[in-house]
């Protein structure tokens, strides 16, 4: 099998050989000296303008009003919304969203102290994330090798929620091992997909197509999957992509 790079609704993939207050941060937390970086590093990404998120926390003026709400959440562990068992089965698990247990505690004694600001001299920079339609694993892993692109559906801006089940050639002709791969909708169509699934389709011994692999999937917060090194997923050579793609119009036509 010939080894290579291959990342890329299109779907990427890479191939190898993702209130107020002035006390002291000493005696309880703030928000620029500590909840701020936990609201970045665990809800900006989807808590942010053009995301799935009902509210922006990009600022402490923008957090300050939820965070009684914020505090019943994460204690509940509904958010992040991480669904794993916290009490039983193995806990250590890689890539682990869930918020750990200090970061819980830290967001309750900060709204149990009255969500104080603290020193705005102590904030974070802004959290950069990549422009809406971009690759989200393009500045570990570069631009996609290969992308493969579901067929144009228009969305209305008004109506049912919509499903676009198409299926398309993978364009890969020898057989590949996936290094990484991300799903990605349109610019146009970031607000009203909803997700997207996609799947591989091969040729059984009839000529008939058939469902084989998963491929992919997108929702909001996904970044992309990447392969443990060592690690082969493989795409059959001359394969088809199926697609399953769940559109809600939010008010704006998608030609």
Known sequence: MKNTRLIGL??????TPALAGAQTAAEHP??????SRIIQDNCQICHQPGQIGPMSFTSY??????APLIRMKVMEREMPPYQYDADVGVQHLKNDWRLSGDDIDTIVAWVDAGAPMGNPEELPPPKEFPPIGEWRLAAELGPPDHTIKSTPWDVPA?????????????GITEARCIKAVETVPSREAHGSTHH???HFLVQDENGEWVRGDRLSE??????????PEGACRKVPANSKVGWSIHYYPDGKAVP
């Not at 003026?61 to 939820?66: F, G, K, L």
């Not at 997108?218 to 392969?227: M, R």
Request: proline content about 5%.
């Open 158 to 170: 008004n109506g049912q929620d919509l499903w676009w089940e198409p299926e398309v050639d993978s």
């Open 218 to 227: 997108f929702a909001f917060g996904k970044l992309g999957e990447k392969v």
């Open 61 to 66: 003026e923008e957090v300050r009003p939820w």
């Open 196 to 198: 997207a699934n996609s």
């Open 30 to 35: 703030t928000y620029a000296g500590e909840v």
């Open 10 to 15: 299109v779907s990427a993939l890479a191939f």
